[in-house]
């Protein structure tokens, strides 16, 4: 079966720890992608990358890192310099034909993170 | 700057049709897509529009309009699992990335 698994599905952090938390996809996508998605809100781009060894930052990257050295993965550590790291964080993968690549993005099931 | 505008919220009956409109302000604009997610899920894709018109894929349809900057989702035959909140989003051609609106919570009443 072809997907995104992420995981944990919840994770809970004392304030000024550092976490990473895992994408994983078996979809033979080009392009990854985090988002950030607080209560009642949309999704805000964090980082994506759309081939392995080179990544670019979202619309809201401060406190957060990436690395994507295999296809598959693409995991997000969230640093203690991210000042309200509470949040549910999905991660999505696309192909990458054409000018504007393939329109259509598929999510993993998120992972709820709680800093306290 | 970029914007996507879209109702806070929908209610609507079982059965009946509901439409969800999204207005959007952005460069390099290459396609207008829908999404839908269920409570604590992942959104998961509906539809998408590069050219004007009408794109129907069973119950749901996907309008875009370039020169209005508009585009809506219509639901046909509403079920109660269609309760779900309704992204827009605008694909861009300067990146293979995604700006997404705030959302539409589609409530559904028997």
């Known amino acids: 079966d072809g997907g995104i698994t992420q995981s944990p599905k919840y994770l809970f952090r004392k304030e000024g720890q550092n976490v990473t938390l895992s994408c994983e996809q078996n979809?033979?996508?080009?392009?990854m992608y985090w988002y950030r998605q607080d209560p009642g809100q949309g999704l805000r781009l964090i980082y994506y990358s759309q081939i392995v060894n080179d990544f670019q930052k979202g619309d809201i990257a401060e406190g957060y890192s990436v690395s994507r050295e295999k296809k598959e993965s693409f995991p997000l550590t969230v640093t203690s310099a991210q000042k309200n790291p509470t949040a549910f964080y999905l991660c999505?993968?696309?192909?990458?034909?054409?000018?504007?690549?393939?329109?259509?993005?598929?999510f993993g099931p998120g992972t709820r993170l709680t800093v306290t | 700057g970029q914007s996507l505008e879209q109702p806070s919220e929908v209610t609507a009956v079982e059965g009946a049709i509901v439409q969800i409109n999204c207005t959007y302000q952005?460069?390099?604009?290459?396609?207008l897509s829908w999404y839908q997610q269920h409570d604590g899920g992942a959104p998961t894709f509906l539809s998408y529009?590069?050219?004007?018109g009408l794109e129907e894929t069973g119950r749901f349809s996907s309008f875009l309009s370039r020169s209005d900057s508009y585009g809506y989702l219509l639901l046909q035959e509403l079920q109660m699992k269609d309760s779900a909140s309704y992204f827009c989003a605008v694909m861009r051609s300067s990146a293979s990335k995604i700006i997404f609106g705030s959302g539409t919570r589609l409530s559904i009443r028997p």
């Open positions: 952005t460069s390099g604009f290459y396609g």
């Open positions: 979809l033979n996508h080009d392009a």
């Open positions: 999505a993968s696309s192909g990458t034909g054409g000018l504007a690549g393939n329109y259509e993005q598929y």
């Open positions: 529009n590069a050219l004007d």
